[in-house]
């Protein structure tokens, strides 16, 4: 029996189209931002890698907040401008009791290391930095911090110009064909179509052999330009409508 199999983990419905993700590596969560096309409004969720909701439905007061960052417990917004994308002003939610730990409106978020947040004040002339403790919000102009950058690892499949292998000659793909290494295996990624409908699906390989194959998404009006991002050893895909996100693992 084979034992490489493609696994679905969970997939999670949202109300509205999701505008940004980010991903805290380190401790295996999603955060996500949708927006309400008629109020524009940003929705904020943070959701573990095995499907389950820290934080639902968390409503912001202004469509200006947006998602920078996600470190623990802690999410990180920060403002843009109704005629730029910079605009002063950092925010940070304390995620398990749904509570604001500071709303800073005169610092720009330069940078976000490891606990702390690299700013510069709105009034004061670009070159002086600020660091701003996330956990408590203390304000400094040395940075005494750790200045490291939290782990990312984060990939996605890169379009695959050589020969396919013969296991995927009986594949009438679309367009582009997608392949990533994977351990020692291959992830390949591409669309079929069926009448006026295409499908997005996933197969796993060795050098030699195919192993399993799944259709992810079905029956979708377009393309996806990019099929797929992994962290670590889950593999996630977003709708084509952009109000799913579904995760697998190898």
């Known amino acids: 029996m084979n034992k490489y199999t493609i696994n679905n983990v969970f997939e999670r419905n949202f109300p509205f189209p999701i505008w940004k993700i980010e991903v805290d590596c380190l401790h295996n969560q999603l955060a996500v931002e949708c927006r309400d096309p008629d109020s ?3 929705i904020f969720y943070v959701l573990n890698f095995k499907g389950n909701l820290l934080l639902e439905q968390f409503h912001s007061e202004s469509r200006e907040w947006t998602l920078e960052d996600i470190q623990g417990d802690y999410l990180i917004l920060k403002r843009f401008g109704e005629y730029s994308p910079i605009q002063a002003g950092i ?3 304390h995620i398990p009791t749904k509570s604001t730990v500071f709303t800073y409106m005169e610092y720009i978020i330069k940078e976000v290391f490891n606990k702390v947040i690299q700013a510069y004040h ?3 002339p670009s070159g002086l930095f ?3 403790d996330i956990v408590t919000g203390e304000v400094s102009n040395t940075p005494s911090f750790d200045t490291s950058f ?3 690892d984060i990939r996605y499949p890169i379009p695959f110009q050589g020969t396919v292998p013969s296991f ?3 594949i009438s793909f679309i ?3 997608w392949l990533q290494p994977y351990k020692d295996l291959f992830l390949w990624s591409y669309h079929t179509q069926t009448a006026n409908h295409y499908h997005l699906s996933l197969s796993l390989s060795s050098r030699n052999e195919l192993y399993d194959t799944k259709v992810i998404i079905d029956d979708m009006d377009k393309l996806i330009p ?3 991002f992994t962290v670590k050893d889950h593999i996630f895909f977003l709708s084509s409508n952009k109000m799913k996100i579904s995760s697998y693992l190898v």
């Open 40 to 42: 524009t409004l940003p």
């Open 91 to 93: 925010q940070v939610i």
């Open 122 to 124: 709105r009034s004061i």
């Open 130 to 132: 600020f660091y701003i």
């Open 150 to 152: 939290p782990v990312r």
């Open 168 to 170: 995927l000659n009986q």
């Open 175 to 177: 367009d582009q064909i």
């Open 226 to 228: 990019q099929p797929y």
